[in-house]
């Protein structure tokens, strides 16, 4: 029998408790992290209709204030995910959320709409670092045939804090006015910030994790590969295919989801379907993702854990994603809402599968010092793509309103085939080449 | 082939330790770092023991690779050397801690081994291994190369087929219950690769290697008795205790008695 270990046992004797399924605790952090940066950024919106009347701002001030948040993010990604990568997920993450909660409580103290874009681009600066962070969170906590189902439960916490928000907001608007209604929200931050410092180390230096825990996540993220943790500069990162890859998953999918979430609704009108009666449908494509984002994380850890390679089950999914999508094309042909609506929702199941990989592959493809480099870089790169779509749908829902047969038609067609384009790139770009044997790249 | 003699596993462990501890500060203060082979298995805790705790030595600069590892098992299985090489040797020294970039190279046993014996051995041929530290089987083997072993092989590492008598060993010492749970092939680093490191120490306590002792030093050299190998290699000491060394004539060249400082 093997001798127990003198060193270790009273090693173990003197730590705190150990915590099991530690990484699930910092997998729900993650999550609240997701919740709280939504409601921060949901304020704006929920109060968009009084603070309108309140500083007489027209539709074009309140899209610029949208705008000024926009461009922060999306750049901010970029920036955040090398900031993170270099100064590490504990403190990097801490900094992000301080950061935000307190441009948050200083939004009340915002006089006009030059102090309001201001403090919408701070926010969107600092709420940038949210999934370049848990991303590299979830590469340093979680082995391979979890990660998807991780990122997934982050990724959920949108959807959730978007839909608490106005429960939270409101009562507080009509209670004490708009001013802590910036506040409180901002405080929330704190409190995750106090849980975060205490339970986020990387789990060899964990005080609190079981050994078993640690040996299976040690044994996992880092090996093998002498190159993990080191920093590789941004212009070799845009040299790799798997890094386009990477951006490419996300820049031409994310669109997609913007354009199901804002025009759905208008998308029934110019069908001539009244929103009263399709109030319940505009639910339908929100679950439908949640749904999907889970269905792709377990169902890729499940493929990983019968046998099939990372880079295979991950690109299941992808196709999965790639051809699900394509089942808003035919929406074109009919006018029942209930068909219109089955249809939006098995597509919008089928992009959340695919988003949950697009969110995934920074950590499947690289080492510890780049994952959330470039993470913010595919970030970056779907916001300039719903930016860019955001565009083009405007342009030609306009041009062909004059022209017989429906004007969304054309644009259906291009939200149906876009993942299906972004899925073939996946495929090309994603694979090992001699940067996987140098280590730059993990094998997929 | 140096031999040395300990009175017990104790002494070895310890002897063998300094000897490491030394060889590795040189090679530090040399080339500022250092690379190495860990050895497992229930005959290396002394030694690991002893050479974990050995003060002035920067492991931060140590590159640790091992030598095999079971097809099929899990980082978590008690008997994983994954598990082993984490427990016993990276956590206790913080290799690659500090410094933020991973200087240690596991055989992940899950994967697929070709794959994986082919990536982890063009990170270790990429530049040479100072140390290499090594046991000999019941049997003779050398990592996990059982007799007859592949002595001609330039690959790196190799998936092996494991013989009875290995895996009956395994379950002798404990780390599985019964024959049936011993996985049938690993990744093992080849004889040659072994050969390839500046310094071998090898440390073989225990009556029950005995057998196998004697076989390496002091018959044929030869697929047989892959251990034999070791003759073959300029720079190896041979790390042996009185019960290791019962068998081997006292005439046997290079055999010198007695326990080295402390």
Not at chain 1, 109 to 131: H, K, Q, T
Not at chain 2, 4 to 29: N, Q, T, V, Y
Not at chain 2, 192 to 217: D, G, H, M, N, T
Request: hydrophobic share 45%.
């Amino acid at each position: 029998m093997p001798a127990p270990d003198q060193a270790l046992q009273s090693k173990l004797q003197s730590r705190p408790r150990a915590i099991p399924h530690l990484r699930w605790w910092i997998g729900g952090l993650l999550f609240a992290s997701t919740v709280i940066n939504y409601i921060d950024r949901q304020t704006l919106a929920l109060l968009a209709p009084f603070l309108t009347q309140d500083y007489h701002w027209s539709h074009t001030d309140y899209a610029n204030l949208l705008i000024s948040f926009r461009i922060a993010y999306a750049l901010g990604q970029t920036a955040c995910g090398r900031f993170i990568d270099r100064v590490g997920t504990r403190r990097g993450l801490s900094i992000s959320v301080l950061w935000y909660s307190l441009v948050s409580i200083a939004t009340s103290l915002a006089a006009g709409f030059r102090s309001f874009a201001a403090f919408r681009f701070l926010l969107g600066a600092g709420e940038s670092a949210n999934w370049p962070g848990a991303t590299k969170a979830v590469s340093e906590w979680f082995p391979r045939h979890e990660r998807a189902l991780a990122s997934a439960l982050f990724d959920s916490g949108s959807s959730i804090g978007g839909a608490i928000a106005p429960f939270i907001i409101l009562p507080i608007y009509f209670r004490w006015g708009w001013r802590p209604a910036f506040v409180i929200p901002g405080l929330l931050g704190f409190l995750w910030l106090f849980v975060w410092r205490r339970i986020y180390y990387l789990p060899r230096e964990h005080p609190r994790i079981t050994d078993a825990e640690r040996t299976m996540i040690l044994a996992e993220t880092e090996s093998p590969g002498g190159a993990a943790g080191r920093r590789v500069r941004w212009g070799a990162l845009l040299k790799l295919p798997q890094t386009w890859g990477a951006i490419v998953s996300k820049a031409l999918t994310d669109p997609v989801w913007f354009f199901i979430t804002d025009w759905f609704p208008l998308y029934l009108v110019a069908k001539g379907i009244s929103l009263k009666s399709g109030l319940i449908a505009v639910w339908v494509p929100f679950i439908a993702a949640d749904l999907g984002n889970f269905f792709g994380g377990t169902a890729s850890g499940f493929l990983i854990k019968r046998g099939w390679s990372l880079g295979a089950a991950r690109k299941a999914l992808v196709v999965f994603g790639g051809f699900g999508v394509t089942l808003l094309i035919p929406t074109i042909f009919t006018m029942n809402l209930v068909a219109i609506t089955a249809l939006f929702g098995l597509a919008t199941f089928c992009y959340a599968a695919f988003s949950t990989i697009a969110n995934v592959l920074p950590s499947d493809l690289f080492t510890g010092g780049s994952v959330a480099s470039v993470s913010g870089f595919s970030g970056t790169g779907a916001g300039i793509g719903t930016i860019i779509a955001f565009e083009l749908i405007g342009y030609f829902s306009d041009a062909t309103q004059a022209l017989p047969g429906h004007s969304f038609d054309k644009i259906i067609v291009v939200a149906g085939l876009v993942p299906f384009v972004g899925m073939l790139l996946v495929l090309l770009l994603v694979r090992n080449t001699r940067a996987t044997k140098e280590g730059l790249v993990r094998p997929i | 082939m140096q031999i040395k003699i300990l009175d017990d596993k104790k002494a070895l462990g310890r002897a063998a330790a300094e000897h490491a501890a030394k060889s590795l500060r040189a090679a530090l203060r040399e080339n500022g770092a250092a690379r190495i082979v860990a050895a497992t298995g229930a005959s290396q805790f002394e030694f690991l023991d002893s050479l974990t705790s050995a003060a002035d030595i920067d492991w931060s600069r140590v590159e640790l690779f091992h030598l095999d590892e079971y097809v099929g098992l899990p980082a978590t299985h008690p008997a994983s050397f994954r598990k082993y090489i984490l427990e016993r040797i990276i956590l206790k020294t913080g290799i690659g801690h500090k410094t933020g970039i991973t200087q240690y190279h596991l055989l992940d046993g899950e994967g697929d081994p070709q794959e994986i014996a082919k990536r982890v051995g063009s990170e270790l041929i990429s530049r040479p291994v100072d140390i290499g530290f090594v046991g000999i089987g019941e049997n003779g083997h050398l990592a996990f190369n059982d007799p007859p072993a592949d002595f001609a092989s330039e690959e790196a590492y190799l998936v092996v087929q494991l013989d009875e008598t290995c895996r009956q060993q395994q379950v002798n010492e404990g780390w599985f219950s019964q024959l049936a749970d011993v996985p049938r092939r690993a990744i093992s680093m080849s004889i040659r690769q072994i050969l390839r490191a500046k310094e071998i120490i090898a440390v073989v306590p225990e009556a029950r290697k005995a057998r196998a002792v004697q076989a390496c030093v002091e018959e044929e050299i030869s697929p047989l008795a892959p251990a034999s190998a070791l003759r073959n290699h300029a720079n190896t000491t041979l790390y042996l205790d009185r019960d290791s060394a019962a068998l081997l004539k006292a005439s046997s060249p290079s055999v010198s008695q007695g326990s080295v400082s402390r």
